[in-house]
């Protein structure tokens, strides 16, 4: 019996991996434009650190994380986000003494036992990135223009930038307890869910998808309208300058997370047409977090954008997969064993070569590079080969012409340009 893959992770298959390799080569480079460096955290840590930063009554905490005992009795979790762990990392090196700004990024797999559907995985991809040691509005609003950036570098039409402004410790506990009152008279209208968590978590209500609580929240007050002056300045501030960037957004005061660090500015790029899975990045501040995990007080700012719903979204419009730039047909054994040598030759220059190790017919091997979409073919029979030729088609253009093989390479690279991509 064949062993299936686990529910809700899934396989990358050639043909998909290209679009996935486009979107994080553009996430890089229009970092990169903003000074942020990449940094890797482990896939695993402390169950602990996930509870104490993204919260104890959070979705994710409460029932969705992979959490075990290794074989020494400690809770370990996959991680099902990527700030807590760059923040501990963070703290652990103490990376604010080198520099008291710090950008960075990461990239790599989330875990969280969700129910699987479209846009929705056990296993999920992640790019995000972080600023830590800035209060300034103006990198609130430089990450959501980085944001922006990204979209359009990447193609990504139809997305809509929502911001919102959650308080501070000193707002919150206010508007909190307003909520709380405004919805213990309506727990009735409301899901089993925010039931149970309106005193410990009242601001879920407000962006809860069930229609009870949708109907319920309908005149619930506005967080912005109870915002301290310095986060209702702070939120002015960052739309202002978004507005002096011309970059299009909508405030939606019924926006908040589902991570308990967030404070202040948050946001979301949203989408029509992922159905429910309608926000493909998603961050805010979070001036708290580094301090509750044990380090400074510093602030912080930061977004993750979910591979898999960008891919989705760039859908089939993708990026081309690579085709062969030559195949080699050699007929015969030794016009097969001197392709594959010059095919090797080809290759230690860059230029993406192939051949057929089966003997096939010329006509199979003509289908199969037809097939791989090679530019050009070596048609390399034996009587070529015994006067040092070969014939090279040009398979977009239907041309033919005699080469020399020890010609190959140069008239390649000629045609193809170069090579070595990888150092270009
Ligand atoms: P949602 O409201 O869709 O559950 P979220 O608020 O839980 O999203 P975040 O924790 O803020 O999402 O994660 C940021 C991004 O990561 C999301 O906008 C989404 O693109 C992606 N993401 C989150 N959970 C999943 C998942 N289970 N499968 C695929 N992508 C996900
Ligand atoms: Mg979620």
Redo the contacts with the bound molecule.
């Keep these: 019996m064949s062993i299936a893959g686990i529910k809700g992770m899934n396989d990358i298959l050639p043909g998909e991996v290209e679009t996935w390799q486009f979107l994080e080569k553009t996430a890089r480079e229009v970092f990169r434009t903003y000074g942020f460096s990449e940094i890797r955290v482990p896939v695993v840590e402390k169950t602990e650190l996930f509870c104490r930063s993204i919260g104890e009554t959070t979705?994710?905490v409460e029932k969705?994380m992979y959490s075990f005992e290794d074989r020494s009795g400690n809770s370990i979790s996959l991680r099902p986000e990527g700030t807590a762990p760059v923040m501990r990392a963070l703290v652990q090196h103490k990376l604010y003494n080198l520099d008291s700004i710090n950008k960075l990024y990461y990239s790599g797999p989330m875990f969280?036992y969700?129910r699987p559907q479209k846009g929705r995985y056990r296993q999920f991809h992640q790019l995000g990135a972080e600023v830590v040691g800035v209060d300034d509005p103006k990198v609130d609003a430089q990450v959501l223009a980085m944001l922006d950036q990204f979209f359009q570098e990447a193609g990504i039409a139809d997305v809509e930038l929502q911001i919102n402004s959650l308080g501070c410790p000193e707002c919150r506990p206010a508007y909190r307890d307003l909520l709380v009152a405004y919805l213990e008279v309506r727990l009735e209208s409301l899901c089993d869910d925010c039931k149970r968590r309106y005193r410990t978590n009242p601001l879920r209500a407000l962006d809860c998808k069930s229609t009870g609580c949708k109907a319920a929240t309908a005149e619930a007050p506005s967080v912005l309208a109870h915002l301290c002056c310095g986060c209702d300045t702070h939120f002015g501030k960052v739309r202002g300058y978004l507005d002096g960037m011309n970059i299009p957004y909508a405030v939606n005061d019924r926006m908040v997370r589902?991570l308990d660090y967030y404070t202040k500015t948050t946001f979301e790029m949203v989408t029509t047409r992922l159905g429910s899975q309608n926000a493909v990045a998603a961050g805010g501040r979070y001036d708290g977090l580094v301090k509750q995990i044990g380090g400074p007080a510093l602030s912080g700012i930061g977004f993750a954008m979910g591979l898999e719903r960008l891919a989705l979204l760039k859908g089939d419009e993708a990026v081309v997969r690579d085709r062969p730039e030559i195949f080699l047909a050699g007929l015969g054994e030794a016009a097969s064993d001197r392709s594959f040598l010059l095919m090797q030759e080809l290759q230690r220059q860059g230029l993406r070569a192939e051949m057929d190790f089966e003997g096939r017919s010329l006509k199979s091997q003509m289908r199969r590079a037809d097939k791989l979409g090679a530019r050009y073919v070596l048609i390399l029979g034996e009587d070529e080969l015994s006067r040092g030729g070969a014939e090279l088609r040009d398979m977009d253009a239907a041309t033919q012409e005699d080469v020399q093989l020890d010609q190959l390479l140069s008239v390649m690279i000629e045609r193809c340009g170069l090579v070595r991509r990888d150092k270009a």
């Design positions: 979705d994710i969705e969280r969700e589902g």
